[in-house]
């Protein structure tokens, strides 16, 4: 096994208090599991049965919370070969990345996901490999040193952004996908979970191919139903009790480029879904779409967008900006009951260069999203790394049981765990570490602490009627 690289982040993330008297820094610690390129994604989850996530990246996974020890699933025989200057030629583990000179991918790990599926007590993993592979579910052998058996449980799983969650609402999650140019989910029929899983899908044949990018699932309209997202429309699922059929949808202009997963939430506070995603997998972009009392003529909701990072540094309050946003989680980070947006780089998406700033550094970020007074929003960024960047996928738990969420990522650079630490600081100290405003603009000032208010997320009062929509 390689011995794990333990590195300290450079950069220090920073919260508003929750109280006059707290001045909370935020950190994270990195590990690097692997230098390696095995996959996309990483996950987290308790597969060696002692209530504690591990960590799982391409065909291996680590025991938490340490994550020093390492085992291997399924078996690690990709290698590449790379032709150094002086002639020589060096066979490397794993997929063609970082540590090779032109694009490849992992074709059959793409995004992992930890389940019990037998209901053994041992959880599972299901993977998903290159859109249009199939998805792959290795039975844990309940704590034999082994490899996992593999058994393929669907064959065709496409769009960039698939997840594995539960579409209905009744406690069963489902691969959530495209399939052969429709919207739909797939999962277990009967007892055997093992058996190949059923395809329902929610939408007519249309122009959704193995590469399609974005798809979220949430309710959108509040009817306590979760409805499908993608980036031309949401999906509104039929009411219970209804006959089942194909799902109604409503054209949305979400993510026009074609970004990455999608979310259902309040951002304002004003008690009605928005939608977060990144604009453009292989371009620019991070917004959140907000749904408006407005009504259009059929009197389904209307969205206005919001953009607060793009190409240009202007058009980001703090001149943040980067490209290639391919993978997006939404998870409260400094633990003020709202959600904030974690996203980074994906380090050659399309290779070294197929897409704008392919060599640029692989930056991860939080972004916190802070509610002020006067219903505005702000989306403060916070640097956690520079040189790691995401995959296609972002994993979230708390590895060491101290409420904060932890993350893991798989890309081309390896696999990073980001151990999230806290601090108190004085106050001065607290707000040299503030980021600051670069481009502000007309009644859009930096938040102060004192006028931060919602911090449990409740809702506001509902504001006045909103200006027209930019997007219908």
């Not at 340490?66 to 291997?72: A, C, S, T, W």
């Not at 904060?404 to 004085?426: C, E, M, Y």
Request: charged share 20%.
């Amino acid at each position: 096994m390689k011995p794990r690289i333990l590195v300290t982040t450079l950069a220090i993330c920073s919260s508003l208090p929750l109280r006059a008297a707290d001045h909370l820094v935020h950190s994270f610690q990195k590990l690097q599991l692997d230098h390696y390129y095995w996959s996309e994604g990483a996950n987290f989850g308790d597969l060696n049965h002692d209530g504690k996530p591990d960590a799982i990246s391409g065909p291996y996974w680590w025991e938490g919370p340490d994550f020093v020890k390492r085992h291997e699933f399924y078996p690690a025989t990709t290698t590449f070969m790379v032709k150094h200057s002086d002639g020589t030629e060096e066979r490397i583990p794993g997929f063609e990345g970082a540590l090779g000179k032109r694009n490849a991918y992992s074709t059959d790990n793409f995004f992992t996901f930890v389940h019990d599926f037998n209901g053994d007590g041992w959880n599972d993993i299901l993977t998903y490999g290159l859109p249009g592979t199939p998805a792959y579910l290795y039975i844990n052998p309940a704590g034999r040193e082994t490899h996992w058996v593999r058994h393929s449980v669907f064959d065709a799983v496409d769009n960039e952004s698939p997840t594995f969650a539960d579409v209905l609402g009744n406690g069963q999650p489902k691969i959530l996908c495209n399939s052969n140019g429709t919207f739909g989910f797939a999962g277990p029929a009967g007892s055997d979970p093992t058996a190949p899983w059923p395809f329902t899908t929610i939408s007519g044949k249309g122009p959704w191919g193995n590469f399609n990018h974005g798809l979220g699932v949430g309710d959108v309209n509040g009817d306590g139903l979760p409805d499908i997202l993608e980036r031309g429309a949401w999906w509104e699922q039929p009411k219970r009790g209804t006959a089942p059929g194909l799902w109604t949808r409503h054209p949305a202009a979400f993510s026009p480029g074609g970004g990455a997963q999608m979310y259902a939430y309040d951002v304002n506070g004003d008690g009605l879904t928005d939608v977060v995603t990144s604009i453009a997998a292989h371009g620019y972009g991070l917004g959140w779409y907000e749904q408006l009392r407005d009504k259009d003529a059929d009197g389904h909701p209307l969205f206005k967008t919001h953009v607060f990072m793009n190409k240009e540094p202007s058009e980001n309050r703090y001149g943040v900006t980067f490209s290639q946003l391919h993978a997006v989680e939404l998870v409260d980070i400094d633990g003020d009951g709202l959600k904030d947006i974690v996203t980074g780089k994906c380090f050659w998406a399309h290779g070294p260069s197929g897409d704008p700033d392919p060599s640029a550094p692989s930056v991860l970020y939080w972004f916190q999203l802070v509610r002020g007074a006067d219903g505005s929003v702000d989306w403060v960024p916070h640097l956690i790394d520079s040189d790691s960047g995401v995959g296609r996928q972002i994993g979230v738990a708390d590895v060491n049981g101290d409420g904060r969420p932890d993350l893991i990522i798989g890309n081309k650079k390896g696999t990073f765990v980001f151990l999230h630490q806290v601090k108190t600081v004085s106050e001065s100290d607290w707000t040299a570490l503030q980021p600051k405003v670069k481009f502000p603009t007309a009644g859009d000032q930096q938040l102060k602490a004192e006028d931060v208010i919602q911090r449990t997320g409740a809702p506001r009062p509902a504001p006045k009627p909103a200006a027209l929509p930019e997007v219908k």
